[in-house]
């Protein structure tokens, strides 16, 4: 049996792209651009050695597992393609036994994944229990502090690792970006000389579109390359007196009450079990009347497994966690919060993946010259299959507002919407 063969008995035929591999053979549609090619034995060792998606990424970061008919950059058409039509099963034993054969008993040996996986969620342990300060630093350091070069090829101007806001499907990215700052500006009603905490700041651009207009901000992030981007924009924009960027553990902020609070891609790194003290400690800075915005990646269901998949576990985002809005909301209800309005906006963050891929495209020796190519597969495949889950509604992104209301029950906003958007 041929390795193409071999491989393809695990797919339902026909298959809907060309799978060919290194001893010459091929199988599946010749009349499409798109294909896989097994490139080396280790992909196999790879694919057995952790079945399903884990095992196969690992082989194409290595590069011993090639996608045809798309750039690294941007596997989106090949990724929808195994999505719709690609459907998987399991040999007999009989089939199982003739696969061994043809590619070797060695092929279950198993073997180092590539450098850029983190180690599985159990040997973290030795860095803290998961969702503590030292553990948390040390996930988002690891995410983060990359290269603030490479996320400016990938973010574009406003280095903006967030869910853009798009007023049509033809908005560029950076009108998008614009337009996001300015709904979450809006939404928390902020007027110049008041105060706005911004946990989990990243580079800065929320802080840096309030302090343009006035408002006072502190800015938090664990992570010291984000930090010190931010510091450095803040400086030649003129706007120490109004913005500050710190490397720092939102817990550790003791500036007294703030007007509003922005929480804009973090609640994914705090773990579901810690969301009642995270919106408690968000609720004790801001003063009554004050209120929160709450935006982050949400599953479609409030129950089921919270863990990220092994691939953006072990690659993207180590320890995060995604749930419902719904669990989202009772935690900030259950401690003093009043929710004044939800909005889901996962086709945004679809079209948001859709320009960081082709931003890759356009720098990507640059990006591969900064963090090696295995790394920039990595980003190509990661941001590729998340723009078709937000598309399939397998995530989506909700924006959540609310209130410290006074003693007196009083929230202090309009009586409809006062914002665009």
């Known amino acids: 049996m041929s390795i193409a063969a071999a491989a393809a008995v695990a797919c339902t035929s026909p298959l809907p792209f060309r799978l060919t591999a290194y001893d010459g053979s091929g199988t599946g549609r010749a009349d499409t651009p798109f294909g896989l090619h097994i490139a080396d034995p280790r992909a196999?060792?790879?694919?057995?050695?952790?079945?399903?998606?884990?095992?196969?990424?690992?082989a194409y970061v290595a590069g011993d597992l090639e996608f045809r008919g798309v750039h690294p950059a941007d596997p989106y058409p090949l990724l929808r393609l195994l999505a719709d039509d690609l459907r998987l099963r399991r040999p007999t034993a009989g089939e199982a036994t003739d696969i061994l054969a043809s590619v070797g008993w060695r092929a279950l040996t198993?073997?180092?994944?590539?450098?850029?996986?983190?180690?599985?969620?159990?040997?973290?342990?030795?860095?803290?229990?998961?969702?503590?300060?030292?553990?948390?630093?040390?996930?988002?350091?690891?995410?983060?502090?990359?290269?603030n070069d490479f996320y400016a090829h990938v973010l574009g101007p406003?280095?903006?690792?967030?869910?853009?806001?798009?007023?049509?499907?033809?908005?560029?990215?950076?009108?998008?970006?614009?337009?996001?700052?300015?709904?979450?500006?809006?939404?928390?009603?902020?007027q110049p000389g008041q105060r706005l905490l911004d946990v989990g700041c990243g580079w800065g651009s929320m802080a840096l579109y309030a302090a343009r207009r006035g408002v006072r901000v502190i800015g938090v992030t664990l992570s010291r390359e984000q930090a010190a981007w931010a510091q450095q924009m803040i400086a030649q924009q003129g706007m120490r007196d109004l913005a500050e960027i710190r490397h720092q553990d939102y817990r550790n902020v003791t500036d007294g009450q703030f007007d509003a609070v922005s929480s804009i891609g973090l609640t994914e790194h705090i773990g579901v079990r810690h969301y009642p003290s995270y919106f408690a400690?968000?609720?004790?800075?801001?003063?009554?009347?004050?209120?929160?915005?709450?935006?982050?990646?949400?599953?479609?269901v409030?129950?089921?497994?919270?863990?990220?998949?092994?691939?953006?576990?072990?690659?993207?985002?180590?320890?995060?966690?995604?749930?419902?809005?719904?669990?989202?909301?009772?935690?900030?209800?259950?401690?003093?919060?009043?929710?004044?309005?939800?909005?889901?906006?996962?086709?945004?963050?679809?079209?948001?993946?859709r320009e960081w891929n082709a931003n890759l495209?356009?720098?990507?020796?640059?990006?591969?010259?900064?963090?090696?190519?295995?790394t920039a597969r990595v980003w190509g495949l990661y941001m590729a299959a998340s723009r078709l889950a937000f598309e399939r509604n397998a995530v989506q992104l909700h924006?959540?507002?609310?209130?410290r209301p006074t003693k007196k029950g009083d929230a202090a906003v309009p009586p409809r919407p006062w914002w665009h958007g």
């Open 44 to 58: 196999l060792r790879y694919a057995l050695g952790a079945p399903g998606a884990l095992g196969l990424a690992r």
């Open 110 to 147: 198993p073997i180092e994944p590539p450098p850029q996986e983190a180690s599985p969620r159990w040997r973290r342990a030795g860095n803290g229990l998961r969702h503590r300060k030292l553990r948390d630093s040390a996930s988002i350091s690891r995410h983060y502090d990359v290269s």
């Open 158 to 190: 406003s280095m903006t690792y967030t869910c853009a806001v798009f007023e049509t499907t033809g908005t560029t990215l950076t009108q998008a970006q614009e337009t996001k700052h300015a709904l979450v500006f809006d939404k928390l009603g902020l």
């Open 281 to 300: 400690f968000l609720r004790s800075r801001l003063r009554p009347g004050g209120r929160l915005l709450n935006h982050c990646i949400t599953r479609p």
């Open 302 to 353: 409030n129950s089921g497994p919270v863990k990220a998949g092994a691939f953006i576990d072990r690659y993207v985002f180590p320890d995060g966690e995604l749930t419902g809005s719904g669990r989202i909301i009772a935690a900030m209800q259950d401690n003093g919060l009043d929710v004044r309005h939800s909005e889901n906006l996962r086709e945004h963050y679809a079209l948001t993946l």
């Open 361 to 374: 495209r356009e720098h990507w020796s640059d990006c591969v010259g900064e963090v090696g190519v295995g």
């Open 399 to 403: 924006q959540v507002l609310a209130v």
